[in-house]
């Protein structure tokens, strides 16, 4: 059974930065991707930044450019290095693998950024 958990969550000032961890436990068979979705109250959840095999990393419109997700395979983890944060980033995180097609998620981080 995968289990992902994540940390580095927190609560920032605008302008500031916070680094994402989220780091897979269990045997991963096959990782076609990991990245990060994240969600506010009343809301869909939305994707952030996503790294899938044999691909470079894809990001959403709004944090293209201030987010940089990258992946260690062999620890089976992945980060979120989060930069030039704005208010409208606050929300849940969300950590997820899919693992030759089961989709995991993790409990989620609360990010916070104050103006």
């Known amino acids: 059974q995968v289990q992902l958990v994540e940390s580095g969550g927190g609560v920032v000032q605008a302008g500031g930065s916070l680094r994402l961890s989220c780091a897979a436990s269990?045997?991963?068979?096959?990782?076609?991707?990991m990245g990060w979705y994240r969600q506010t109250p009343g809301k869909q959840r939305e994707l952030v930044a996503i790294?899938?095999?044999?691909?470079?990393?894809s990001y959403s419109e709004s944090v293209r450019g201030r987010f940089t997700v990258s992946r260690d395979n062999a620890e089976n983890s992945v980060y979120l290095q989060m930069n030039s944060l704005k208010p409208g980033d606050t929300a849940v995180y969300y950590c997820?693998?899919?693992?030759?097609?089961?989709?995991?998620w993790g409990r989620g981080t609360q990010v916070t950024v104050s103006p």
């Open positions: 997820t693998l899919d693992d030759a097609g089961h989709v995991h």
């Open positions: 269990g045997t991963v068979f096959y990782m076609n991707y």
């Open positions: 790294v899938r095999r044999g691909s470079r990393p």
